[in-house]
T-cell receptor, first 111, second 115 residues
Framework: GIQVEQSPPDLILQEGANSTLRCNFSDSVNNLQWFHQNPWGQLINLFYIPSGTKQNGRLSATTVATERYSLLYISSSQTTDSGVYFCAVLRVETSGSRLTFGEGTQLTVNP | NAGVTQTPKFRVLKTGQSMTLLCAQDMNHEYMYWYRQDPGMGLRLIHYSVGEGTTAKGEVPDGYNVSRLKKQNFLLGLESAAPSQTSVYFC??????????????FGPGTRLTVT
Protein backbone atom coordinates (compact mmCIF):
# COMPACT_ATOMS: atom_id res chain seq x y z
CA GLY A 1 0.00 0.00 0.00
CA ILE A 2 0.90 3.65 -0.14
CA GLN A 3 3.42 4.94 2.38
CA VAL A 4 3.06 8.33 4.09
CA GLU A 5 5.99 9.83 5.96
CA GLN A 6 5.84 12.99 8.02
CA SER A 7 8.70 15.07 9.33
CA PRO A 8 9.80 16.12 11.80
CA PRO A 9 8.20 13.70 14.29
CA ASP A 10 8.47 16.28 17.07
CA LEU A 11 8.81 20.05 17.03
CA ILE A 12 9.11 22.50 19.91
CA LEU A 13 8.68 26.21 19.23
CA GLN A 14 8.52 29.44 21.11
CA GLU A 15 5.35 31.44 20.62
CA GLY A 16 5.65 33.67 17.57
CA ALA A 17 8.00 31.39 15.63
CA ASN A 18 7.28 30.00 12.16
CA SER A 19 7.45 26.34 11.16
CA THR A 20 7.18 24.01 8.18
CA LEU A 21 5.86 20.46 8.40
CA ARG A 22 6.44 18.03 5.58
CA CYS A 23 4.49 15.05 4.23
CA ASN A 24 5.97 12.68 1.64
CA PHE A 25 3.92 9.98 -0.06
CA SER A 26 5.04 7.04 -2.15
CA ASP A 27 2.50 7.03 -5.00
CA SER A 28 0.06 9.26 -6.86
CA VAL A 29 -2.99 10.27 -4.84
CA ASN A 30 -6.51 11.57 -5.47
CA ASN A 31 -6.69 13.64 -2.30
CA LEU A 32 -4.57 14.93 0.54
CA GLN A 33 -5.84 16.32 3.81
CA TRP A 34 -4.09 18.01 6.71
CA PHE A 35 -5.58 17.59 10.18
CA HIS A 36 -4.85 19.07 13.57
CA GLN A 37 -5.53 16.82 16.55
CA ASN A 38 -5.85 19.03 19.60
CA PRO A 39 -4.80 17.98 23.10
CA TRP A 40 -8.36 16.75 23.72
CA GLY A 41 -8.10 14.30 20.84
CA GLN A 42 -10.44 16.08 18.46
CA LEU A 43 -9.51 15.89 14.76
CA ILE A 44 -9.93 19.16 12.93
CA ASN A 45 -9.83 19.42 9.13
CA LEU A 46 -7.29 22.05 8.16
CA PHE A 47 -6.93 21.67 4.42
CA TYR A 48 -8.22 19.58 1.59
CA ILE A 49 -5.40 20.04 -0.89
CA PRO A 50 -4.71 17.40 -3.57
CA SER A 51 -2.60 19.99 -5.41
CA GLY A 52 -1.69 23.67 -5.35
CA THR A 53 -1.59 26.13 -2.48
CA LYS A 54 -4.21 27.22 0.01
CA GLN A 55 -4.15 29.67 2.89
CA ASN A 56 -6.33 30.02 5.96
CA GLY A 57 -5.20 32.75 8.34
CA ARG A 58 -1.79 31.91 9.78
CA LEU A 59 -1.79 28.48 8.15
CA SER A 60 -1.06 27.63 4.56
CA ALA A 61 -0.42 24.41 2.67
CA THR A 62 1.18 23.47 -0.60
CA THR A 63 0.96 20.13 -2.37
CA VAL A 64 3.24 19.29 -5.29
CA ALA A 65 1.52 16.16 -6.54
CA THR A 66 4.07 15.43 -9.27
CA GLU A 67 6.85 15.29 -6.67
CA ARG A 68 4.70 13.53 -4.07
CA TYR A 69 4.96 15.87 -1.14
CA SER A 70 2.97 18.44 0.77
CA LEU A 71 4.04 21.19 3.17
CA LEU A 72 2.11 22.81 5.99
CA TYR A 73 3.29 26.25 7.07
CA ILE A 74 2.43 27.72 10.45
CA SER A 75 3.32 31.37 10.93
CA SER A 76 3.42 33.34 14.17
CA SER A 77 2.67 30.19 16.16
CA GLN A 78 0.43 30.34 19.24
CA THR A 79 0.13 27.98 22.19
CA THR A 80 -3.24 26.89 20.85
CA ASP A 81 -1.45 25.48 17.80
CA SER A 82 -0.03 22.71 20.00
CA GLY A 83 -1.10 19.18 19.19
CA VAL A 84 -0.46 16.60 16.51
CA TYR A 85 -0.60 17.44 12.82
CA PHE A 86 -1.53 14.58 10.51
CA CYS A 87 -1.25 14.29 6.78
CA ALA A 88 -3.57 11.77 5.12
CA VAL A 89 -3.71 10.70 1.48
CA LEU A 90 -6.45 8.98 -0.46
CA ARG A 91 -6.16 6.75 -3.47
CA VAL A 92 -9.18 5.58 -5.43
CA GLU A 93 -8.65 2.01 -6.68
CA THR A 94 -10.87 -0.70 -8.14
CA SER A 95 -11.13 -2.26 -4.67
CA GLY A 96 -12.31 1.03 -3.20
CA SER A 97 -10.78 4.17 -1.76
CA ARG A 98 -8.78 4.43 1.44
CA LEU A 99 -7.36 7.31 3.45
CA THR A 100 -3.86 6.48 4.70
CA PHE A 101 -2.47 8.54 7.57
CA GLY A 102 1.08 9.44 8.39
CA GLU A 103 2.28 9.09 11.96
CA GLY A 104 1.98 12.79 12.63
CA THR A 105 4.14 15.68 13.83
CA GLN A 106 3.83 16.47 17.53
CA LEU A 107 3.99 20.27 17.86
CA THR A 108 4.52 21.99 21.18
CA VAL A 109 4.36 25.79 21.30
CA ASN A 110 5.69 27.27 24.52
CA PRO A 111 4.66 30.70 25.80
CA ASN B 1 -26.54 20.14 11.30
CA ALA B 2 -24.59 18.10 13.85
CA GLY B 3 -22.14 16.59 11.35
CA VAL B 4 -20.69 13.28 12.52
CA THR B 5 -21.56 12.14 16.04
CA GLN B 6 -20.33 9.11 17.98
CA THR B 7 -21.86 7.26 20.91
CA PRO B 8 -20.56 6.65 23.55
CA LYS B 9 -17.65 9.04 24.17
CA PHE B 10 -15.95 6.77 26.71
CA ARG B 11 -16.29 3.12 27.64
CA VAL B 12 -14.47 0.61 29.81
CA LEU B 13 -14.94 -3.09 29.06
CA LYS B 14 -13.67 -6.27 30.60
CA THR B 15 -11.96 -8.85 28.41
CA GLY B 16 -14.56 -10.96 26.64
CA GLN B 17 -17.40 -8.44 26.87
CA SER B 18 -19.14 -7.17 23.77
CA MET B 19 -20.28 -3.71 22.76
CA THR B 20 -21.43 -1.64 19.81
CA LEU B 21 -20.23 1.82 18.86
CA LEU B 22 -22.66 4.01 16.97
CA CYS B 23 -21.73 6.57 14.35
CA ALA B 24 -24.38 8.89 12.92
CA GLN B 25 -24.11 11.55 10.22
CA ASP B 26 -26.73 14.01 9.02
CA MET B 27 -24.98 15.16 5.84
CA ASN B 28 -26.48 12.49 3.57
CA HIS B 29 -23.00 11.10 2.87
CA GLU B 30 -22.70 7.82 1.02
CA TYR B 31 -19.34 6.71 2.40
CA MET B 32 -18.66 6.00 6.06
CA TYR B 33 -15.51 4.74 7.81
CA TRP B 34 -14.31 3.39 11.14
CA TYR B 35 -10.71 4.02 12.22
CA ARG B 36 -8.71 3.25 15.33
CA GLN B 37 -5.90 5.38 16.71
CA ASP B 38 -3.31 3.87 19.02
CA PRO B 39 -0.97 6.03 21.14
CA GLY B 40 1.64 7.86 19.07
CA MET B 41 0.24 6.66 15.79
CA GLY B 42 -1.93 7.84 12.96
CA LEU B 43 -5.39 6.46 12.26
CA ARG B 44 -5.81 3.03 10.70
CA LEU B 45 -8.88 1.94 8.77
CA ILE B 46 -10.92 -0.90 10.31
CA HIS B 47 -13.96 -1.17 8.02
CA TYR B 48 -15.80 1.09 5.65
CA SER B 49 -19.08 1.30 3.76
CA VAL B 50 -19.80 2.75 0.33
CA GLY B 51 -23.55 2.80 0.86
CA GLU B 52 -26.52 1.47 2.78
CA GLY B 53 -26.34 -2.30 3.12
CA THR B 54 -22.68 -2.59 2.04
CA THR B 55 -19.51 -2.98 4.08
CA ALA B 56 -15.87 -3.78 3.32
CA LYS B 57 -12.70 -4.58 5.25
CA GLY B 58 -10.00 -2.03 5.82
CA GLU B 59 -6.45 -2.37 7.04
CA VAL B 60 -7.12 -3.85 10.51
CA PRO B 61 -10.55 -5.59 10.45
CA ASP B 62 -9.89 -8.59 12.72
CA GLY B 63 -12.00 -8.69 15.88
CA TYR B 64 -14.56 -6.20 14.58
CA ASN B 65 -17.84 -6.38 12.70
CA VAL B 66 -19.87 -3.58 11.15
CA SER B 67 -23.34 -2.94 9.81
CA ARG B 68 -24.89 -0.18 7.71
CA LEU B 69 -28.64 -0.79 7.85
CA LYS B 70 -29.47 2.89 7.44
CA LYS B 71 -27.57 5.40 5.32
CA GLN B 72 -27.02 7.75 8.24
CA ASN B 73 -25.73 5.15 10.70
CA PHE B 74 -22.63 2.96 10.77
CA LEU B 75 -22.23 0.52 13.67
CA LEU B 76 -18.95 -1.00 14.87
CA GLY B 77 -19.20 -4.13 16.99
CA LEU B 78 -16.72 -5.89 19.23
CA GLU B 79 -18.00 -9.42 19.91
CA SER B 80 -15.33 -10.40 22.47
CA ALA B 81 -13.20 -7.47 23.54
CA ALA B 82 -9.46 -7.91 24.04
CA PRO B 83 -6.92 -5.58 25.69
CA SER B 84 -5.33 -5.08 22.24
CA GLN B 85 -8.51 -3.28 21.23
CA THR B 86 -7.90 -0.51 23.74
CA SER B 87 -7.79 2.52 21.48
CA VAL B 88 -9.57 5.66 20.37
CA TYR B 89 -12.11 4.97 17.64
CA PHE B 90 -13.01 7.55 15.05
CA CYS B 91 -15.85 7.51 12.58
CA UNK B 92 -15.79 9.52 9.36
CA UNK B 93 -18.01 10.15 6.37
CA UNK B 94 -17.71 11.73 2.95
CA UNK B 95 -19.92 12.46 -0.05
CA UNK B 96 -19.53 10.65 -3.35
CA UNK B 97 -19.83 13.73 -5.50
CA UNK B 98 -19.72 17.46 -5.10
CA UNK B 99 -17.08 20.14 -4.95
CA UNK B 100 -14.94 18.24 -2.46
CA UNK B 101 -15.88 14.61 -3.09
CA UNK B 102 -12.99 13.03 -1.26
CA UNK B 103 -12.85 15.17 1.86
CA UNK B 104 -13.59 13.10 4.96
CA UNK B 105 -15.36 14.55 7.99
CA PHE B 106 -14.53 13.05 11.37
CA GLY B 107 -16.51 12.49 14.54
CA PRO B 108 -15.18 13.38 18.02
CA GLY B 109 -13.95 9.87 18.81
CA THR B 110 -14.75 7.15 21.36
CA ARG B 111 -12.11 6.25 23.92
CA LEU B 112 -12.33 2.51 24.69
CA THR B 113 -10.36 0.75 27.40
CA VAL B 114 -10.40 -3.04 27.70
CA THR B 115 -9.09 -4.41 31.01
Amino acid sequence: GIQVEQSPPDLILQEGANSTLRCNFSDSVNNLQWFHQNPWGQLINLFYIPSGTKQNGRLSATTVATERYSLLYISSSQTTDSGVYFCAVLRVETSGSRLTFGEGTQLTVNP
Amino acid sequence: NAGVTQTPKFRVLKTGQSMTLLCAQDMNHEYMYWYRQDPGMGLRLIHYSVGEGTTAKGEVPDGYNVSRLKKQNFLLGLESAAPSQTSVYFCASRPVTGQLPYEQYFGPGTRLTVT
